[in-house]
């Protein structure tokens, strides 16, 4: 069964810093990884989506990296702003399925 | 419509009783999933349509859990004798297609069971 692990659980920092999240998953036999954003009692924003033979996406402030072969991926959150206080999910669909498998996320705090 | 929309988007029921929450997913998306997050977890698969059918439904957690999509749009998610154990988000989502596009999610129910 996959399994997704966050690392920081939560991450506080003051506006203006480049930030690094962790994910990891145990099968690397992967279709894609999935970051996504959740403000508090709303919906997931999908951020980034890494295909399996892609090693990076871009948009913005926000650049994930995918390493297949061991199982992680970060996404790296440039010139942190207020406004990026959410909790950021990771997550990936395996070969054998269509599902999400989601990590606990990571949240995060930009302070002014 | 311009997004996946869900409702309600709120339901506060009683232990026993029967509840339906209703998906609409981005026109034109095939595929359609339903997930649960309880509080401080990421989202749990609970099942997985492409088209009018159910292609996955492993993630259902027992037999009083039942979900339709009889037109290939809109999905109702039923959940019969609820216990308070039920009560988290559940979100909708849709693709394009299926598993190499990227899911859309919409605001969820948020259901209570007293």
């Known amino acids: 069964k996959q399994e997704v692990t966050q690392i920081p659980a939560a991450l506080s920092v003051p506006e203006g810093e480049n930030l690094v999240l962790n994910c990891s998953f145990t099968d690397s036999a992967i279709y894609n990884l999935q970051w996504f954003r959740q403000d508090p009692g709303k919906g997931l924003t999908s951020l980034l989506l890494i295909q399996s033979s892609q090693r990076e996406q871009t948009s913005g402030r926000l650049n994930a990296s995918l390493d297949k072969s061991s199982g992680r991926s970060t996404l790296y959150i440039a010139a942190s702003q207020p406004g990026d206080s959410a909790t950021y999910l990771c997550?990936?669909?395996?070969?054998?399925?269509?599902?999400?498998?989601f990590g606990k996320g990571t949240s995060l705090l930009v302070t002014p | 419509g311009a997004g996946v929309s869900q409702t309600p988007s709120n339901k506060v029921t009683e232990k026993g009783k029967y509840v339906e929450l209703r998906c609409d997913p981005i026109?034109?998306?095939?595929?359609l999933y339903w997930y649960r997050q309880s509080l401080g977890q990421g989202p749990e698969f609970l099942i997985y349509f492409q088209g009018t059918g159910a292609a996955d439904d492993s993630g259902l957690p027992n037999d009083r859990f039942f979900a339709v999509r009889p037109e290939g749009s809109v999905s109702t998610l039923k959940i019969q004798r609820t216990e308070r154990g039920d009560s988290a988000v559940y979100l909708c989502a849709s693709s394009a297609q299926g598993n190499t596009e990227t899911q859309y999610f919409g605001p969820g129910t948020r259901l209570l069971v007293l």
């Open positions: 026109s034109g998306h095939t595929a």
């Open positions: 997550a990936v669909i395996s070969n054998s399925g269509y599902a999400l498998n």
